[in-house]
């Protein structure tokens, strides 16, 4: 079955802290892997997208990792500031008779206080 | 990077009555579209896949008849939420995929809050 988890569920840091939330999945045939950032009542907003050969893609203070063996990937955030507090949804796409299928983690609600 | 617009991004409507969202793709042409729906402290589920000029693929469990998508344009997908149920509140996102270097991109709409009475 084709699934994506993410952990933990939610998390609450100081600012100025690091953090690291995780993902694993089940999906197949994989063809990339997305971390989105949604703040509330907004859309989601890309952060990475990484396919299959990509290891680690850094955006700003987001860096994301991708262990395509262990179906696993992580998105480090580094000093946090206040404005990081929201959803992070790891997304993973799957390609099939041409067609593109999303898979949508259920997230982790980061709370950055000061 | 590429914009997609919803409208209108709040709508409050009786029981009954139909509501309509648009989702456009303001500087790009995206041949698919898709529609989502959040419940509050969930992730996005999909609804549907919408393909310029060919009806909808919906998920299962999503009743093509109430929620009506029209995929008219390459930068025009609309969801009409036929006689509204306040079951039906809820916040509707787009999305619309715009072809990057390697893989397609897919950008999300702000997002429409929805809330029958």
């Known amino acids: 079955k084709n699934q994506v988890e993410q952990s933990p569920q939610s998390l609450i840091i100081l600012e100025g802290k690091n953090c690291t939330l995780q993902?694993?999945?089940?999906?197949?045939?994989?063809?990339?892997l997305r971390w989105y950032k949604q703040d509330t009542g907004r859309g989601p907003v890309s952060l990475t997208i990484?396919?299959?050969?990509?290891n680690t893609k850094s955006n700003g203070r987001y860096t994301a990792t991708l262990d395509a063996d262990t179906k696993q990937s992580s998105l480090h955030i580094t000093a946090s500031q206040l404005s990081d507090s929201a959803s992070y949804i790891c997304v993973v796409s799957r390609e099939a008779s041409g067609t593109y299928k999303y898979i949508f983690g259920t997230g982790t609600r980061l709370k950055v206080l000061a | 990077g590429a914009v997609v617009s919803q409208h209108p991004s709040r709508v409050i409507c009786k029981s009954g009555t139909s509501v309509k969202i648009e989702c456009r793709s303001l500087d790009f042409q995206a041949t698919t579209m898709f529609w989502y729906r959040q419940f509050p402290k969930q992730s996005l589920m999909l609804m549907a896949t919408s393909n310029e000029g060919s009806k909808a693929t919906y998920e299962q469990g999503v009743e093509k008849d109430k929620f009506l998508i029209n995929h008219a344009s390459l930068t025009l997908s609309t969801l009409t939420v036929t006689s509204a149920h306040p079951e039906d509140s809820s916040f509707y996102i787009c999305s619309a995929n715009s072809r990057g270097r390697v893989v397609y991109e897919q950008y999300f709409g702000p997002g429409t809050r929805l809330t029958v009475t």
């Open positions: 993902c694993n999945y089940t999906v197949s045939p994989f063809s990339n």
């Open positions: 990484m396919t299959f050969s990509e």
